[in-house]
């Protein structure tokens, strides 16, 4: 079994900055894809991933403002969030393939505020 806690979530200003994390513990021996995902109304969309070889792909909304990096040393992937806006308010969920499987987090809410 496969656990994915993400944190980092909360209130900012826009124009200001947030960093979230996502590690998969428990049953985990090489993930092959790890993800960021985000959720205001209905479908998930990709915000960002990373993959075991190398390969980053971003949504086209957030591409010059977050950036996904990984520690594989440690299973977690993080997401730098800059110049952030009102319409990245969302729920954001990481998302973890380990042996051919899909786990989602709990999910961490951003709302970007004046």
């Known amino acids: 079994q496969v656990q994915v806690v993400e944190s980092g979530g909360g209130l900012v200003q826009p124009g200001g900055s947030l960093r979230l994390s996502c590690a998969a513990t428990?049953?985990?021996?090489?993930?092959?894809?790890m993800g960021w995902f985000r959720q205001v109304a209905g479908a998930r969309d990709l915000v960002a991933a990373s993959t075991s070889g190398g390969t980053l792909t971003y949504g086209e909304s957030v591409k010059g403002r977050f950036t996904i990096s990984r520690d594989n040393a440690k299973n977690t992937i993080y997401l730098q969030m800059n110049d952030l806006k009102p319409e990245d308010t969302a729920v954001y969920y990481c998302?973890?393939?380990?042996?051919?499987?899909?786990?989602w987090g709990q999910g961490t809410q951003v709302t970007v505020s004046s």
């Open positions: 428990g049953s985990v021996f090489s993930t092959s894809y």
């Open positions: 998302l973890v393939y380990e042996g051919g499987l899909g786990y």
